[in-house]
Structures are given as C-alpha cells and as structure tokens.
C-alpha cells in the first residue's frame, strides 16, 4: 500500500491540490488526512470536497476540526473568528465527516494521531523526548504519524531505547529498520512553519517500510488573497508568504 | 512513562554453511569468522561473499543493527570503489548480504612490510585518498577505515568493504552508544569516535593519516594499539614520523600530522585535498612540525594535554560529506597564455578571484598544455624548454590574485589539449575547470574549439571564459 499522508490543510485548496496531484504521481493509492482540516484558510468547502474525494480516506480529528463544533477559545487571535466564519460556510456532510472523525486510528503497523496517540486531546505539541516516549509507549505500532506542529521530522527510539531525531530530506526515502520505533511528523500542507513555503506531506510504503516526506510548490499567492478577500486576519496570509 | 522493550517474532537462523544453497548460489568455506558475522565464499560465475550476521543470546545485541546499517548503505552506494551488492535477504527471517568478492590486499601487504617506499607510499595514499573521497561524495562516512576494510582490484582500484559501522548522512543513524559497542579500530579511530561523533567526515581522514603513518614508518601513530593509545591519542601528539625514519621528507610528515590531528577542525576538509597535496608536495606549507625529528617536548605536550581539557565533540550541527566537499573545490585553471591577450588574461584572473573569494576554501591548479605543434614551434625559434618558461608565465599571470602557494599549483603536461585536460580533470577529481575561449574566430575554426570540447566532456562544471566582443565591433 502507498498511502499519502496529509495533515493541516487549513482549508488550503491550492495548497492540497498540489499535494493530491503529486501523491498520485507518486502512485499513491491511499490516503489519510490526519485532522485540522479547516481554520486560518479561506476555502473550508472545496477544500472538505476534494478530501471526500480521495480514495480509501481515513479521516482523524484534529483539534480546529473539533474547535468549529465547541464554543472553546483558541489562544491565536482571529482564529475563533476563522472557525465561526468556516462553520457557516459547511453543509450537514461536510460537518459529518469532521464531526465522526476519531482521535486515534491504528491500522496494521501505523498507528495514525494528530497531535499524538498518548491523550490525544490533549492536543500537546510534541518535541520534547518525554513526549514523544509517551506517544510511543501508548501505542504498539511500529509507526505513529502525527501533525499538529506544522514542522516535518522523524523521531525513533533504536533497538537500545536511545530516542534520537531525524530531519528528513524532501524526497528521499528514509526506511523504517525493523529494530525501530518511528514517530513521524508528516509536516502541514496548508500552512507549512519551518520557514519553507511549500506544503509538505508524507508517503508511506507499508510493503517497503519507508516513509518520504515530500515538499510541494503551489500558488500561495492566490490562497493568501482569498484570505484577505474573506476577511479573515491579515496575519494568516502573511504567514503563507514567510512559511512561517 | 518509558517505553518497554518489544517483543519481537523468534528469528529462523540462517541455514548457511558449507555445502548448503541460498537462492541459486552453493555456499563454500567459511573464509572469516569476526565478532558479528561469518564470510563463506560462494561459487558463481563471478566470485562472490556471504556475508551473515551471528544472531542469539551468545552473540551482541548489536550485530543485526550493524547488519541492517550495512545493508542500507550499500543498496545506496555506487562505484567502482565499494563492493556490488549483488543480493540480500529479508532482515526479519533470512538476514544475508552476497556480495560481490574483491580479493587484492595491497594496502594490508604494504602495511605488514612497512616502512615502503616513498614512490609506493604515495601511489598508496592517492588511491586510497580517492576512494575516501568517492564514499564522502555519496554522503557515507566509513567510520572504521584500517588496512583490513580496503581491498584492491586488479586495476589498482581501492574498494573499501565493511560498512557495519559507517554513517550515512540522509539516513536515520541506527548506532546506539547503549550498546557499548565498538566505535571503530582502535588503531585508526579518531578522537571524536571515542566521544560517539558519527557524523564527520574528518574521522575518515583520521584514519586516512594513521594509515599513512603506518607505512612511512612501520608503527601506529599513538603506539601499539591498547585502551592506553586510544586515551593518549585524546590527550596527547602522536609522535612524528621523522622520529622513526629520518629521511622522510618533511612534505609527507606535514601531511601526516596534519591529518592526525585531535580537532576535526584542524585537520585537512577533504580527502581529494590529501591526493592532491601528495601528488603536489610543493603545495604542502613548510612549517616547523614538518621537520622535527624529536618527539614532542614537556611544552608541547603539556599545551596539548592542556587543550584537550576544553576540547568538546559536537555532533550537533556536521556539515554533510557532500556540503564538505563542495565548499573545497578543487578547481582547474587552463591557460593558454601564449595566445591570450591581455584583456582575456584579466578575465581569466577575474574569474579566479570570484572563486577565491567566494569559496575560501577552494584550491587551484594552473594547468598548460604544450601541444606537439607548440613544441616544434618551441624548437624551431631555438628558444629554451618550453616547461619553465610557461611555468613562469603563469606565475606572473598570476602573480595579482596574492594567493597563497597552498592554494594554487602550477603545472605544464605534454598532449593533447583537450584529452590533457580531461584527463587531468578526472585523475586529480577536479570539481570545476575555467578555461578561456579561445579568441579568434579563424582559428576556432580551423582548429575548433577547446573549450567546447571541455565543457561537453568535463566530468565536473566548466566555466568558460570570453571577453565581450559585440561591443568592440
């Protein structure tokens, strides 16, 4: 099975059309989108359309995606109004697919998460080594794929629990060794934050054991536009144009 | 809450032994039996290796990984310098790598029967050198070079083997220091190794130097290999070669010194730089150290002890093989001076100093060709050997770039231009030729481009260079 991962589109539509279309490139015959669907982007419904789209999706949920069904406050300024606005534009179908979404999905040797397998809710970022033990231990996957920090990167505790990171290369394929455990950060699609402006996504190769992190080019401008167009906060434009 | 060991499926030894069959080869005698695996031979068409790791409680922890490790790194290697892998088996139920067989041992024969010769030692290190250099270039750090893991084919080419160890720079690094396992060869191993660095490139180089020091002079650098050297060679300077052959030209202990090195830092960037300097001992900086003949003093080695105190390993940050090495190109001047005029002359210089300037660590070797048709014209004018006087053409041509002797050699070949240069290029792994364009346009065309025969042929980048003509017309 190829199966591409994709993870914070944010309502991204240039930005996840790129990624699709490279993935079938790619040969990927699945797919998995793991939460944060919406939010910060200006294109909630097309966006949710494609997704639904896509062969054998698995969908997880994310913590904007279970944000637009609470009346909680988000510490980032103007993102409550991002979601508000969001939830107007949704169908009843487009709410289902987010709203059923569940927080953890293990499927053969991939566990699946959006911020991470240990309390999901919590929605923790995960960096420090502590966290990323937590995550593995809460799982017997080989492999947990995970989003939520925007940022791609492979972490893995060796076969003499040495828990080390890994900054993948665009590209290149980094095998998963039998003696390992992975976690692996797929990286955002829609609003990247390690000040490279391409959406980022993964393949993963269950039959070869590898997973690659791609890099893919798309037209921020225009998405950073129908931002402003919208009315949503200036500052998740500018932050497509920094990567950041 | 820390992650518990898994449990892993139970393996199925491998079935391999004298007289058994793997896929469509028949295993023959066990050749080598080391601490983590065993090497059959194989009859094929070809000569092949078996190489398959000892797994159980009765063998380390450590073997499959290094295994694995090897398996990887070679699926990734290509070249005449490491072994073909020519297949391999699952890691889970039938760990094997079959690898194709390289029987030459020169370096470990020149070693056992070391000091050699000075002609010998050279020709040795170059190739090795270059051999260093290929596996660098694919981004892979050997970790463990001794005389041992190179071997050598009939052409004379050096293939280094064993790559158990090695650090691949764009892969996850599955050595782990929990193990307790050897870093390398306690002959060879660099500082930083023992400090569990895996990702310089500059402790190949360190073995390189040890290696070299072996055969100018028959000892290991640090003393007989023991726990003892591997802290002196942390704490302490080897002694210098001198000390054990008086006539060793101070070129090569220079060379040697400078490898072996505590700080990475502080050692030669790159092993094409170490083929270069040994094929090109004027460009070796003549410094006090090249000619001692003593072992270092109470001063010097009080200052060295004293700085190994502050001395920290960072294997933070390293700069990959590969960034490494194209941040010390190595880059080749053509020049024809004789049918150069003076404004294509300041180009040339132009362009040299853009290079000097935006790559400090860049090197350059001047290189003219004397054509069979410039040495009869040499003759007939009744004028001296054509080589010193194109040597000191040069020179002056390059005289207002200022600099250094170590970073530009000046050298006149007989030939061919175009195969000369080429030639050159590909023996000496030049990463980038100038060359001027040749200026007149009658001549280009009874003779043809130089030039474009480079650029279309060079193994590297070629910049070419040509003043601006359409505004003089």
Redesign the interface.
């Known amino acids: 099975m190829r199966q591409a991962i994709l993870s914070d589109i944010h309502s991204n539509l240039e930005a996840l059309q790129a990624c699709v279309a490279h993935a079938r490139e790619q040969g990927a015959t699945h797919f998995a989108c793991l939460g944060d669907c919406v939010g910060y982007g200006a294109d909630p419904v097309p966006t949710l359309d494609l997704l639904r789209s896509l062969p054998h999706l698995l969908m997880i949920r994310g913590n904007h995606d279970e944000a637009l069904f609470l009346d909680e406050v988000i510490d980032v300024p103007g993102i409550r109004e991002s979601l508000d606005w969001t939830g107007i534009q949704l169908a009843p179908v487009h709410c289902d697919l987010l709203e059923h979404a569940p927080y953890v999905v293990t499927l053969g040797e991939a566990t699946y998460a959006h911020a991470s397998a240990h309390e999901p809710q919590a929605w923790d970022y995960l960096r420090r080594p502590e966290q990323i033990?937590?995550c593995?231990?809460a799982t017997?996957a080989r492999v947990t794929f995970i989003g939520h920090v925007h940022v791609p990167m492979?972490f893995?505790?060796?076969?003499?629990?040495?828990l080390?990171e890994?900054s993948p290369?665009p590209g290149?394929p980094?095998?998963l060794?039998?003696?390992?455990?992975y976690v692996v950060n797929v990286g955002s699609v829609g609003q990247p934050r390690d000040g490279n402006t391409a959406a980022s996504y993964a393949v993963y190769d269950s039959e070869r054991a590898e997973v690659t992190i791609h890099r893919v080019p798309y037209d921020y401008w225009s998405t950073a536009e129908k931002i402003l167009k919208a009315g949503l906060s200036a500052r998740f434009a500018e932050r497509l144009l920094e990567g950041q | 809450m820390a992650a518990a060991p898994r449990k892993r499926a139970p393996r199925r030894s491998v079935a391999a032994r004298h007289g058994a069959t793997l896929r469509r080869y028949r295993v023959g005698r066990l050749l080598h039996e080391g601490g983590m695996a065993r090497l059959y031979a194989v009859q094929a068409k070809q000569s092949l290796i078996l190489k398959v790791p000892k797994l159980g409680p009765d063998h380390p922890a450590s073997s499959l990984v290094a295994f694995e490790n090897e398996l990887r790194i070679l699926e990734r290697l290509r070249g005449p310098h490491v072994p073909k892998l020519v297949a391999s088996g699952d890691l889970r139920r039938q760990p094997y790598l079959l690898l194709e067989r390289i029987e030459g041992n020169e370096l470990a024969q020149a070693v056992a029967r070391a000091p050699v010769d000075l002609d010998t030692l050279r020709d040795l290190g170059i190739r090795l050198s270059r051999a260093v250099q290929a596996l660098h270039h694919q981004n892979v750090i050997h970790l463990d070079l001794n005389p041992d893991n190179v071997r050598s084919r009939a052409d004379g080419t050096m293939v280094l083997i064993d790559y158990g160890l090695a650090h691949h720079a764009v892969l996850p690094d599955l050595h782990d220091a929990a193990f307790g396992e050897e870093q390398g060869t306690t002959g060879y191993i660099a500082p930083e190794q023992l400090h569990h660095v895996r990702s310089d490139s500059r402790s190949d180089i360190y073995a390189l130097g040890a290696m070299l020091y072996q055969l100018a002079t028959g000892h290991y650098p640090f003393g007989r290999p023991n726990l003892l050297s591997l802290k002196r060679r942390l704490v302490a300077l080897p002694v210098p070669p001198r000390v054990h052959r008086h006539d060793l030209p101070p070129w090569l202990q220079e060379i040697i010194l400078r490898c072996l090195e505590t700080k990475p830092e502080d050692r030669y960037a790159t092993a094409k730089r170490v083929a270069h300097l040994l094929a090109h001992p004027s460009c070796v900086p003549d410094t006090r150290r090249a000619h001692r003949r003593k072992p270092p003093g109470i001063v010097s080695r009080a200052r060295a002890w004293a700085s190994s105190i502050f001395q920290k390993f960072d294997d933070g940050e390293a700069q990959r093989p590969h960034q490494r090495l194209a941040t010390s190109p190595h880059v080749l001047v053509a020049l024809n001076l004789a049918r150069c005029s003076e404004p294509h002359k300041e180009a040339m210089r132009r362009a040299v100093r853009r290079m000097s300037v935006s790559e400090p660590k860049s090197y350059f070797t001047c290189l003219s060709v004397v054509s069979a048709q410039d040495m009869e014209h040499t003759r007939e004018r009744g004028q001296g050997a054509p080589d010193i006087a194109r040597q000191l053409t040069m020179r002056h041509w390059a005289q207002p770039l200022h600099l250094p002797e170590a970073r530009m050699v000046f050298q006149v070949l007989t030939g061919e231009p175009v195969a000369t240069l080429l030639g050159y290029a590909r023996r000496h792994l030049v990463d980038q030729i100038i060359i001027g364009a040749r200026g007149s346009s009658a001549l280009r065309q009874h003779l043809g481009s130089v030039s474009a025969a480079v650029a279309a042929q060079a193994p590297c980048s070629v910049t070419v260079v040509r003043t601006r003509r359409d505004t003089l017309k």
């Open positions: 033990r937590d593995l231990a017997d492979v893995y505790l060796t076969a003499g629990d040495t080390r890994h290369d290149l980094v095998p060794s039998p003696s390992c455990r």
